[in-house]
């Protein structure tokens, strides 16, 4: 699934009113959705295939993510099946981007990592 495609068991949605994001726990499509407050989709976090690889954003996979929490800077996603929280941080502003700043809106260099239970 891509970002056009369809939700499939969005389990928990996070609303960020300082950055107007919407960040959507896909869970059957092993991916977060993120999207303005208007519904449109930004960006998806996770390649869509079932896994616990970590990675750059758009790479990594999950297996059915439910909560998430923002921390500053910091995305946390419980990866409620691989029994791990995983979490995205910008790696630096002066490198090529591929993620979304969730404080501001300005896409950044993001790797995904885990910590297990």
């Excluded at 970590?54 to 297996?63: K, L």
């Amino acid at each position: 699934m891509h970002a056009s495609g369809a939700l499939s068991f969005p389990g928990k949605v996070l609303a960020h009113a300082p950055s107007q994001r919407l960040f959507i726990a896909d869970s059957n499509n092993n991916r977060i959705v993120i999207a303005d407050l208007d519904g449109k989709v930004l960006d998806v976090a996770g390649s869509g295939a079932l896994g616990k690889t970590d990675g750059d954003f758009h790479a990594a996979t999950f297996n059915h993510p439910q909560g998430m929490a923002l921390d500053g800077n910091i995305l946390y996603v419980a990866d409620t099946e691989n029994h791990l929280a995983a979490s995205a941080r910008p790696a630096s502003p002066y490198r090529d981007h591929d993620c979304w700043d969730w404080r501001t809106g300005a896409q950044r260099q993001c790797a995904w990592h885990r910590a297990h239970r």
